[in-house]
């Protein structure tokens, strides 16, 4: 299947056909007073088994969302919109369930596929990079594709721009889908405090966020029930896994870390961050990156050592270079803070209840 961009427009074109053979089926069947339903192959010929896509247009506000255990832990006052305001939109969600050996877009494949067609040069080192980097060859070693060659019944659920406007301008496509998110406070709270309040201790307050959504993925990987020993510590995780893969630039970020520990390295309070930026842009390993920070992990079920029955969240991936030009301590500026090639790598998580 030759890589596509566009919106796999067939659905209306696809039922008139289905329509059609069904009425013929019927008649055939009076005719001859046996049944003959069509096997998958042969809908696949007739309708093209295009694939579902949803163009997305919303705006989005929680008032709180609280996890219970003894107390709560609860993220307040949620909104979701564009970059200043208004729906959030020119998000399109495409489904498909692969067929074996189908190639699908991934990651940055669809600017990659630009780049072979010479719409986009690949004098662009980041096209260049993603054409090698999305590239699916033969037994040969001929391109065949732009994307990730997938297992038959594998679904794959992507989210890209609607309109990518002016195909031979890369920055078009990477601004599309802008998006503005805001939380009130991340709290914690006793039982007797209640979830429906807004009382508690603040671990983080004030958080806005606007930035750039990239290519989206969301694998289904359909490897069966089984299961397999792959950790180090002796987890053994499902043969069938979900795969994430996302970029994403943030370009003004700020927010109060009120009380906070985070990733058990770094333990601050009352400290104000301002302008805050996550991107890909200087350092190395951006190739490919079209200075997008990125993110990628595999959930599975999972069965710990122990014979804890668990969700695994592993090979997890963070790359970004990080600024936070106002640092606040105390309400005082004490400078800027910056992380150049920002990795988390070769991270595993095996979480259960206690």
């Not at 200043?84 to 692969?98: Q, Y």
């Not at 920070?293 to 790359?319: C, E, H, P, W």
């Not at 030009?325 to 803070?337: A, E, L, M, T, Y």
């Amino acid at each position: 299947m030759g890589h596509k961009i566009l919106s796999k427009g067939t659905t209306m074109k696809g039922l008139k056909v289905l329509c059609l053979a069904v009425s013929m089926t019927a008649v055939s069947s009076v005719a001859r007073a046996e049944f003959r339903p069509l096997d998958d192959a042969a809908l696949r010929g007739m309708t093209g088994q295009a694939g579902i896509t949803v163009e997305l247009q919303t705006e989005l506000s929680m008032g709180k969302l609280a996890y219970q255990d003894q107390g709560y832990l609860s993220i307040n006052n949620v909104h979701l919109s564009g970059m200043n305001g208004g729906p959030l939109d020119n998000v399109r969600l495409k489904l498909d369930i692969a067929g074996q050996g189908e190639i699908l877009p991934y990651g940055f494949s669809d600017l990659a596929y630009l780049g072979s067609q010479g719409t986009l040069s690949a004098s662009n080192p980041d096209v260049a990079a993603a054409m090698q980097q999305t590239a699916v060859t033969d037994s040969s070693g001929n391109v065949i594709g732009y994307g990730k060659q997938l297992n038959g019944g594998d679904l794959a659920i992507r989210i890209d721009p609607t309109n990518i406007g002016d195909p031979t301008n890369v920055n078009d496509y990477l601004t599309a889908i802008d998006f503005g998110l805001s939380i009130g406070s991340i709290t914690v709270s006793s039982q007797g405090q209640g979830a429906f309040t807004n009382s508690g201790t603040n671990l983080f307050s004030n958080i806005n966020i606007k930035g750039y959504l990239g290519p989206t993925d969301i694998i289904v990987h359909n490897n069966g029930d089984g299961e397999h020993a792959s950790l180090p510590n002796g987890t053994k995780l499902g043969d069938s896994n979900v795969e994430f893969d996302t970029h994403f630039k943030i370009t003004d970020m700020s927010l109060n870390w009120d009380h906070s520990d985070v990733l058990l390295v770094f333990n601050l309070a009352n400290v104000g961050i301002e302008g805050m930026t996550i991107d890909n842009s200087r350092g190395n390993d951006t190739a490919g990156s079209f200075g997008f920070a990125s993110a990628s992990m595999k959930v599975a079920r999972a069965t710990t050592a122990a014979g804890q029955n668990a969700l695994a969240i592993y090979d997890a991936n963070f790359r970004a270079d990080i600024s936070m030009p106002v640092f606040r301590v105390g309400g005082v500026n004490i400078g800027s803070v910056n992380f150049t090639d920002f990795v988390v790598d070769n991270t595993n998580l095996v979480v259960y209840g206690h």
